[in-house]
Nanobody, 125 residues
Framework: QAHLVESGGGSVQPGGSLRLSCVAS????????VGWFRQAPGKEREGLLC????????YYTDSVKGRFTISRENGKIAMLLQLNKLEPTDTAVYYC??????????????????WGQGTQVTVSS
């Protein structure tokens, strides 16, 4: 069964960095746009950014611009999300999601076809 698997979460101090990985299993990402979301306790799932199948990047949340970047790795099955200058407000479960098509579908969770299980990021001193 096709699905996504995230990894790379953990605990860091403010100002630290983490690299999250999103790997496709059972399919390849070459015709998919991939978005990253996060959900903090008691809050709705928030769309952060997306990379289209043609590698155009769209940011949905101003607070992560200049700090988070996304790239494709390992050919067509993996995406990396680099988190820099982390702040306590970045604490959340981070999810990747994939949608078949050339363009990113926006920061709306139900528009994405495949989801990973999530990985916890905790930023605390």
């Amino acid at each position: 069964q096709a699905h996504l698997v995230e990894s790379g979460g953990g605990s860091v101090q403010p100002g630290g960095s983490l690299r999250l990985s999103c790997v496709a299993s059972g399919f390849t990402l070459d015709y998919y746009s991939v978005g990253w979301f996060r959900q903090a306790p008691g809050k709705e799932r928030e769309g952060l950014l997306c990379i289209s199948s043609s590698s155009d990047i769209t940011y949905y949340t101003d607070s992560v611009k200049g700090r988070f970047t996304i790239s494709r790795e390992n050919g067509k099955i993996a995406m990396l999300l680099q988190l820099n200058k982390l702040e306590p407000t970045d604490t959340a479960v981070y999810y990747c999601a994939a949608d078949y098509g050339f363009y990113c579908p926006g920061p709306v969770p139900h528009k994405y076809e495949y989801w990973g299980q999530g990985t916890q990021v905790t930023v605390s001193s």
